[in-house]
């Protein structure tokens, strides 16, 4: 078997392929509900309506999707320029700790002084997070994406440490949690009486900021074609290592953000529990919006949605909520497959 | 200070760096073989985490500890094999896919687990395999207990050392790997296939990952907990560049890897909380790290590594 590049992109392949990733991944998410004893139209039924069949529930999945939507850009846009970046996961718990520091009575400002130094403050450090690696791989040829799987572990580890010592809440009964931000460093609530605050508008306009940084200035031109060909654009003239700098300013810095809006405007505090995973499931919430920035949103509910759906089923279904991981990461492979059939075909010989 | 050296010299600390290294040798081998045939394995923790249940729930359900080293590999062929149709013929992404490999990996794992045993919140142990101590060698001073009284899954990690280097330098088909890994057109031109190449080398590859996994099971904890790989699998990809894609010297960086890994848990217990445990923790990924950046200028990569073969194309 071979593949052949297409010449021309049909539309129907386009719409057609992703509805077969969907398609397969619910087949074999089925056959794992069937092993567990369950009814796989009612189990999808409850995920549904676990998901989004209240306002309660649709609300729930909109504020898990928050940080998703950051860490998703994040990842979408480091991808798009080949920069590998595994390491949204650290840039976020680094975002998290510069939200608490500051926060936390440091600063006596006003809210509107004090949040938008705190979101400053948290990029620059979640872009330092990425500089060291994308800087590796330009000077010594270091692969970014073990480096930046490596400091998550040295980050979390790093976290654990300062929830232990500096950072640890005095009145936290022996937690290894942080002290509470202050009322001027909280994100208000979106809908009085919901857990859905202000992050998740700031993730919107983020998705928007970066669609048109992406679409429409020389910067995300540049930054497709050193993902296309670096070797092509540096014989064009383009700082293909510029580019991968100030992508990983972006990409970090985004991410970053998803640690600051869990803290201000959800959780409160920092505790080692802050993220489940939320820097790894941001590659699949990219993958499954192709890079662009506003599919990012979409997607991010949609697996958000997973999550929220999943969680709620378990309770009342009997299969384990580990499901929602499964069907995301086979989202991802079937989701790429699909991706990669629209471009090329497939010749049997 | 005196102490800290001590350490060094006590036959303990040395079978602890054995058994610490025994599941980096074997994955670290299984990503050697597949980054050599030119297709980076980032699916590696996931498969180690697939291995590390798969052995221990063979075992666990009644089975033989034979078995479950058997089930172990079969289940990380079958991954490498899902790795390698994604990679190969597919010609996807292998940073993209890798990382989908992990996440698929871990979440079906953990979902099985609690298939198996649904309300149970501290795994139970199995009857593990013991140490069996050669006789004659494993009296020497210091180091023989460390080499030559380990359990049987030791002794099949330096094995494996042993056979991909045979099959690497010294067979047809380990030259065929190797040449894939290089110039695949080359290969392809003698009438061999690439895909079949590398294929296989992906999926016995990904088995050797799995039987490190198993080991951490089936050899160390004797029991199967959650993230017990504990980025492993990462450390490993370092430590193939590290070892500059040679099995012995790979082998050298797994026991350097595991020594240091052994003597921060031993120095920590010297120290004795003067500095947070958690530095400590630390040290093994910065090491990783660094490693990478000492080797990286002088280490050859494989030149077709992650570069996609179509045929056809140019």
Known sequence: MRLEPKDTKSLAASILYPVGAILATLIFSSILVLMAGASPFSVFYLV????????????????????????????????????WNIGAEAQLYIGAVVTILMGTGALPLPSYLLIPAIMAASMLAGAVMLLGPAFLKIRFGVDEVVTTLLLNFVILLFVSMLLEGPL?????????????????????????????????????????????????????????????????????????NGVLMKTALLSGGIAALAGFSEVAGLKGSLSLDLSPGYGYTGIVVAMLAMLNPLGVILSAIFVSGIFVGADAMSRTAGVPSYIADVMVATALLTMVTAIMLTRFRIRWR | MLEALDILLTSSFWVAVIRIASPLIFATMGELVCERAGILNLGIEGIMTAGAFAGWVTVYLGGDLWLGVFVAATVGLAIGALHGLLTVPLALSQHVTGIGITLLATSLTYYTYRLVLPKVTSPPKIEAFEPYAIPGLSSLPVIGEALFAQTPLTYLSFVCVALVAYILYRTPLGLAVRAVGENPESVEAQGISVVAIRMGAVMCGSAMMAVGGAFLTMSAFNSFFFEMVNGRGWVCIALVVFGSWRPGKALLGAILFAAFDAYQIRLQQVTGGVLPYQLFLMMPYLLSILALIIMARRATYPKALMIPYLKGER
Request: hydrophobic share 50%; proline share 4%.
């Open chain 1, 168 to 240: 640890k809440d005095p009145m936290g009964l022996g937690w290894p949690q942080s002290e509470a931000v202050d009322d001027a460093a909280t994100l208000s609530r979106v809908v009085k009486g919901k857990r859905l605050h202000y992050g998740f508008v700031i993730a919107v306009g983020a998705a928007i900021f970066l669609w048109v940084i992406m679409k429409k200035t020389t910067l995300g031109f540049e930054m497709r074609a050193v993902g296309h060909n670096p070797n092509a654009s540096g014989f064009a003239g383009i700082s293909v």
């Open chain 1, 48 to 83: 549904a309506k676990g998901a989004a069949g209240s306002q309660f529930a649709f609300f729930e999945t909109l504020t898990r999707a928050t940080p998703l939507i950051f860490t998703g850009l994040a990842v979408a846009v480091a991808f798009r320029a080949k920069l």
